[in-house]
């Protein structure tokens, strides 16, 4: 078992409801249908002030390297993501303890 950690920012700009409209209506289903071993997405919002102001929580069936490999290879919707003063944050963790 892995995990992605994903925190991200709108755009100067954006609103928060267009921010999370994007996110869960175009962003998660392209992600979901175009990398493999998501088991599922749970999302937060920060408590309190500042950048980030999301953070998503990518349950994995393999290494988080190979999915991330996956990312990094261009998997993205244009959106209202600050890419500019604070770009997504994405950390993979792969489990200490076999299942």
Known sequence: MSVLLVQTSPAAGTSVDDFNAWYDDVHLPEILASVSG????QRYRLVGDGPPR???VYSLDR???????VLGAGVRTPGPLDLTDNPPLVQGF?????P
Request: aromatic letters at 6%; hydrophobic letters at 75%.
């Open 94 to 98: 792969d489990s200490l303890v076999a």
């Open 54 to 56: 999301f953070l998503a």
């Open 38 to 41: 998501i088991l599922g997405v």
């Open 63 to 69: 290494p988080a390297a190979e999915v991330l490999a």
